[in-house]
């Protein structure tokens, strides 16, 4: 007769709980990985709100060499309208005429000097940094909405991971419950019990129905059966490669607890 499965090694060398902590683990380190990310996010934002500052600068400069090139011009012409205005009063005494060009003349140098500080400036240059600014932004913004997409994936992923250590654990609970030990194979592979497990899709009775529940004690995975075949095997609810032997002896037994029941329906 084969060895009775102890629960208590079943519970403590399961494939399955290495297979959790695995996953717990990779649960870990995309948490951290999403920590790095968000950190990152947060630097480019404050990278464009910086940028976008610069540039509100730079138009601000811009406009105020603007107003100083049309106030240039404006004294250009003042100029020229007193030149003017000092030749039509040729009656003047020309020591006053030679005050007024003297004053007129460093006014105008004054000007020119204030004119080539403003060229050194290069407005042109200054327009070129804000369309590399504009570009820059531009770019940023692609940058964030890619990290956003990917910390969108990074969450389902984790959510998807998790999804599949619960419904791991649900089967580590679900077989350490399983009390109802009758055999197990001779290189303790596979492991047979009777269930009274009721499917999604069935009505819950009083009585609940007879199954057999065959575990593969290597990689956790377990399936139930469906109903006992013509030809004395079992038909389980999905398809598993399971040797004939176990197939057999799941017959053998569904059969028997079927006979059972009937012998307590005559009584």
């Known amino acids: 007769m084969a060895q009775v499965l102890n629960l208590k090694e079943l519970r403590s060398s399961s494939a399955l709980k290495a297979e959790i902590q695995k996953l717990e683990e990779d649960i870990q380190q995309l948490k951290e990985q999403m920590g790095r990310q968000k950190l990152l996010e947060k630097k480019l934002n404050d990278d464009i709100v910086n940028h976008k500052k610069d540039f509100d600068h730079l138009e601000k400069q811009f406009a105020h060499f603007a107003g100083l090139e049309t106030e240039f011009e404006e004294l250009q012409q003042e100029l020229q309208m007193e030149r003017l205005e000092k030749l039509i009063n040729g009656d003047k005494k020309d020591n006053q005429v030679n005050v007024q060009v003297k004053k007129a003349r460093d006014d105008l140098l004054k000007v020119q000097a ?11 240059r200054l327009k070129r940094q804000v369309t590399d600014l504009k570009k820059k932004n531009i770019d940023q913004a692609k940058d964030n909405k890619n990290l956003s997409s990917a910390l969108v994936t990074e969450r389902k992923e984790v959510k998807e991971l998790t999804n599949e250590k619960d419904r791991l654990e649900a089967e580590v609970k679900a077989s350490n419950k399983q009390t109802n030990f009758f055999w197990e194979s001779e290189d303790g592979k596979w492991a047979l019990y009777e269930t009274g497990l009721v499917l999604k899709d069935e009505t819950q009775n009083e009585d609940p129905p007879n199954r057999i529940l065959c575990l593969n004690r290597e990689n956790g995975v377990s399936i139930v059966s469906a109903s006992l ?8 609810v999905s398809k598993m490669d399971i040797p004939d032997e176990i197939v057999i002896e799941a017959g053998k037994r569904l059969k028997m607890m079927a006979a059972k029941d009937e012998e307590e329906d005559d009584d």
């Open 229 to 236: 075949g013509d030809d004395d095997k079992v038909v389980w």
């Open 114 to 124: 204030e004119l080539k500080e403003l060229k050194k400036l290069d407005p042109l």
